[in-house]
C-alpha cells in the first residue's frame, strides 16, 4: 500500500506567560501554514515462482510474504488457466498464462509480482486386451480412456469393429484392433493397437449325453413292485424316459429370466448443463430382453472433482468445469457377448451473483475513529441500512450474518444487530452463493462493534504510551532547532540551543494528553479546557500541543510527525524560547476492536528540570483525582523530591526508564523491529488558532499581527 501523507492539523497553542521574542531576518516574510509529513515506507516482501499445470488439473502456487500480508491472485487469460482467491490455479488448455499476485497489509506499499504458468495436456492411457472370439461371438471391446475413441479392424472380413467398440467374428483368422482416443483441450491424443484371433465353434453336443445317465439310476426305486417285474422284455422301456431329462439341461444353459441389453445410449436433451449443488439425472436410454432398469447399469465420472454420479445415475456438480459420465451395463448384450457401455460430456456451470464481487462487509459511523462501531444495550442498528445490496430481500436470500457471542449482540437474517450486554462482539457477513461463474469464490467480512457506554476505567485502562515516539519527536525538535536548512518554514531564522530531556516533564505531558483522550471518549471537559480548534490538544500552562484520530503510525515514524510545531509562529517561538532549557514529550493513544484511534501528543517545556506536583496539577487543569489515576496507570511516581535551582520541591522521580512507559500489553517498542509505516491520518482544524502573546522584552515587526497570520 502506498504511503499516504499525514494530514496537516492546526494545533491548539496556549503559550506561557513568558515567551523570549524570535526576531526574524530583515525583509522576511512568515510564510500561510500548509505542510504534510512524508512518513517512510516499507513495501511487503513477496516472493513467488514459475510453474507448470497440467490441463484439467490443480495446483497451488508457492507463495511466501510478510506475515500478515493477504495475497490475492489474477490470471491473464482465464481460457488458459484460472486462479481461486486461494492462489490454486486450474489448468483450462494448452498454453502459457501470467499470474499477478498482489501482497497488501495494513501500512506497508502493496507489492506486486507476475510469475508465468505453463499449461500443458495430459497424456493418457488406453486399457484393452487382445482376446479371442469363436465364429459369429459379438463382444465389446471394453476399452477405456479419458476421450472419446475410435477404433479400426485391419481384417475387417475377419473381425468387425462399431463405432461403440462392439465386435464380431465373421470367419476363423486374426485381426488387429486399434482404437484411437482423440486430442482435446486437456488430454494428448494417444493409440492402441490389440490382437483378436477367431477360431470355429466347437461342438457342444458330447457334453449333453452326461445329464442322461442321471435319469436311468432314478427309475430303479421303483423296481420293488412284483408286478413289473414278471415283463423282463420291457427292460428298453427306460431308454424312453431319457429324452425328458436331456430337456432340462438344456433350459440351465439359457434361463428365462435373463435381460440382455442390447442397445445402450445417452439421450441428448435441450439442456445438458449440470449446477453446482444440484443433482440432475443422467437421461440414458436402452433396449433389452427383459425387465433392466437404471439400478442395472454401472455409473462412473472421469473426474469426481468436478461432479459425482450416484448408483442411480444421479449427477451432482462440485465445481465448474467439463466431466464425462460413462454408463456400463451390468449384463452382456447376448449370450456369451460382453457388457456395453457409452459416454456424455456435460458442462458444470455455477449459479453465482457477482453483485457482491468486490466483497462484503458492515458500512462503518464516519465517525468511527472518535467514537467506535458502537451499539447501546437493547438498541437495534443496521450499518448497512439504504444499501441495495443488502436490503432486507437481498440480504435473505443471498447472504448469512453470525455473531460471535449471541450473549453480547445478536445479529438477524436481514444484517439488523441488537445489543445484549456489555462487551465486545464480532459479526461476519458471507455470500451463499459464488461470485464468479466458476463458482469457486465466496466473500467473507467481518467486525468488531463494541456494546453499551464506555466508562472511565475502561478507557483508562486502555491508554498507552508510545516511548519511542516521544524520543523520536524530541530528537526532531532538536534537529530542526540546530539546522534551519531541515526546517520547511522559518529557515531564515538563525539556530538555537537543544534541550534536554526531563522524564519528571514528561509526567505532566503524560497526565495531560491522557486527559485529552478520557475527555474526548466520555465528555466532562472543563469550563475553558477545552481546546475549540482540536480537543486532542488541549492544554493548559507552558505546554504545546498536537493530536487527532486515525493515526496509523507508530515510533519514529510517529514522533516525525512533532516537526509540525515548527511550521507556525506560535509554536516555533515556544520552541525555541532560550529561557526554557529542559523538555519532554509524551505520546499517548486509545484504540480498541470497535475501530476508536485516538492520538495526543504534548510537549512540556520548562527552565528547571522538574515541576513541582502543586504546579503540575495547575498547569495541567485536571482533576486531581484523575491526574493520579493517570500516574498509577502508567506506573509513574509522585512522590519522591530533587532539588532544583537551589531550592526542594515535591516533584517526580526525575530517573524514569522507557521500560515504565510501555503500552501494557507487548512491552517497550523495539525501534530495530519493522516499523508499520502507513501514516497517521490527523484530525483537520477548521476554527481559528487560540490568541498568545510575545514577551513583551522584545518586538517581532514582521509578525505584528499574529492572529492574521495563524488564520
Keep these: 500500500m502506498k504511503s499516504k501523507k499525514l494530514k496537516t492539523l492546526a494545533v491548539a497553542v496556549v503559550l506561557s506567560l513568558t515567551i523570549g521574542a524570535v526576531p526574524p531576518a530583515t525583509g522576511t516574510e512568515i510564510p500561510m501554514i500548509t505542510t504534510t509529513v512524508e512518513a517512510a515506507a516499507k513495501k511487503v516482501y513477496l ?34 488457466a484460472t486462479v481461486n482467491s486461494k492462489g490454486v490455479i486450474t489448468g483450462k488448455s494448452a498454453g502459457t498464462v501470467k499470474i499477478t499476485i498482489t501482497a497488501k497489509k495494513s501500512k506497508y506499499k502493496t507489492v ?79 493409440s492402441r493397437t490389440i490382437t483378436v484371433k477367431v477360431t470355429k465353434k466347437t461342438a457342444a453336443k458330447p457334453i449333453t449325453p452326461k445329464p442322461v445317465v442321471k435319469p436311468t439310476t432314478t427309475p430303479k426305486p421303483v423296481q420293488p413292485e412284483t408286478k413289473p417285474a414278471k415283463k423282463p422284455e420291457q427292460t428298453e422301456t427306460p431308454s424312453q424316459p431319457e429324452t425328458k431329462p436331456t430337456e432340462k439341461p438344456e433350459q440351465t444353459e439359457a434361463p428365462d429370466n435373463t435381460s440382455y441389453v442390447m442397445e445402450l445410449g445417452i439421450e441428448k436433451t435441450a439442456d445438458d448443463t449440470i449446477y453446482i449443488g444440484e443433482a440432475k ?35 451432482t456438480g ?35 451473483n457477482d453483485a457482491y464481487e468486490n466483497g462484503v462487509g458492515f458500512k462503518n459511523p464516519s465517525n468511527v475513529d472518535e467514537k467506535g462501531r458502537n451499539v447501546g444495550i437493547g438498541e437495534t442498528i443496521n450499518p448497512n441500512r439504504g444499501i441495495t445490496r443488502y436490503d432486507a430481500e437481498n440480504a435473505e436470500k443471498y447472504l448469512t450474518f453470525e455473531s460471535s457471542d449471541p450473549s453480547v449482540a445478536t445479529i438477524d437474517a436481514q444484517g439488523n444487530i441488537t445489543g445484549v450486554s456489555k462487551g465486545y462482539v464480532t459479526f461476519t457477513v458471507k455470500t451463499k452463493l459464488p461470485v464468479d461463474k466458476a463458482g469457486q469464490i465466496y466473500k467473507e467480512g467481518s467486525t468488531t462493534y463494541h456494546v453499551g457506554d464506555y466508562t472511565y476505567e475502561e478507557i483508562l485502562n486502555g491508554l498507552t504510551m508510545d516511548t519511542v515516539a516521544g524520543q523520536a519527536a524530541h530528537e526532531v525538535m532538536n534537529d530542526l532547532r540546530q539546522n534551519p536548512d531541515h526546517r520547511n518554514f522559518f529557515k531564515d531564522y538563525p539556530s538555537y540551543p537543544t534541550r534536554e530531556w526531563s522524564d519528571g516533564l514528561l509526567r505532566d505531558a503524560a497526565t495531560r494528553a491522557s486527559r485529552n ?80 484511534n485516538l492520538t495526543s501528543m504534548i510537549v512540556q517545556a520548562a527552565p528547571g528540570k522538574n515541576h513541582d506536583i502543586e504546579n503540575a496539577l495547575q498547569n495541567t ?6 491526574y493520579y489515576d493517570i500516574c498509577n496507570h502508567f506506573g509513574i511516581p509522585t512522590t519522591d523530591t530533587v532539588e532544583d535551582s537551589g531550592s526542594t520541591q515535591s516533584i517526580t522521580d526525575g530517573n524514569l526508564t522507557e521500560d515504565i512507559f510501555t503500552d501494557g500489553s507487548t512491552g517497550t517498542v523495539d525501534s530495530t523491529s519493522p516499523v508499520e509505516t502507513a501514516e497517521a491520518g490527523q484530525q483537520e482544524e477548521t476554527e481559528e488558532t487560540e490568541e498568545f502573546e510575545l514577551s513583551p522584552e522584545e518586538e517581532i515587526d514582521a509578525v505584528s499581527d499574529v492572529d492574521e497570520i495563524i488564520e
Excluded at 51 to 59: L, S
Excluded at 60 to 67: G, L, M, Q, R, Y
Excluded at 323 to 349: E, M, N, Q, R
Excluded at 621 to 626: T, V
Design 47 to 80: 516472493k513467488a515462482y514459475n510453474k507448470k499445470v497440467y490441463a484439467g488439473r490443480a495446483v497451488k502456487i508457492n507463495a511466501k510474504a510478510t506475515k500478515g500480508a493477504k495475497l490475492s491472485y489474477k490470471t491473464s487469460n482465464k481460457k488458459i
Design 112 to 190: 506486486k509480482k507476475t510469475i508465468t504458468v505453463k499449461v500443458v495436456k495430459q497424456n493418457q492411457k488406453i486399457t484393452a486386451a487382445s482376446q479371442t472370439l469363436t465364429l459369429d461371438q459379438r463382444k465389446n471391446l471394453g476399452a477405456k480412456a479419458r476421450t472419446p475413441m475410435t477404433y479400426k479392424s485391419s481384417n475387417p472380413k475377419v473381425v468387425s469393429v462399431d463405432k461403440k467398440g462392439n465386435l464380431k467374428a465373421l470367419r476363423p483368422g486374426t485381426a488387429k484392433i486399434t482404437i484411437y482416443a482423440k486430442a482435446t483441450g486437456t488430454f494428448n491424443k494417444a
Design 281 to 315: 439425472e443422467c437421461n440414458v436410454k436402452w433396449k433389452a430382453t427383459g425387465n433392466t432398469t437404471r439400478k442395472d447399469f454401472i455409473y462412473t465420472s472421469s473426474d469426481p472433482s468436478v461432479a459425482t454420479v450416484d448408483e442411480n445415475g444421479n449427477i
Design 318 to 352: 462440485v465445481k465448474a468445469g467439463k466431466v464425462i459420465i460413462t454408463v456400463t451395463s451390468k449384463t452382456p448384450f447376448a449370450k456369451g457377448g460382453s457388457c456395453l457401455d457409452t459416454f456424455k460430456k456435460y458442462t458444470v456451470k455455477a449459479h453465482y
Design 517 to 596: 483522550i478520557v475527555c474526548v471518549m466520555l465528555g466532562g471537559w472543563a469550563e475553558g479546557e477545552m481546546s475549540t480548534i482540536n480537543p486532542l490538544a488541549s492544554h493548559g500552562g507552558a505546554f504545546n500541543g498536537y493530536g487527532g484520530s486515525g493515526w496509523e503510525s507508530t515510533g519514529e515514524d510517529l514522533g516525525k510527525a512533532a516537526s509540525v510545531f515548527f511550521e507556525d509562529i506560535g509554536h516555533f517561538g515556544n520552541e525555541t524560547d532560550s529561557f526554557n532549557k529542559y523538555e519532554a514529550i509524551a505520546v499517548v493513544q486509545y484504540k480498541n476492536e470497535a475501530g476508536v
Design 621 to 626: 487543569e485536571m482533576p486531581h483525582s484523575q
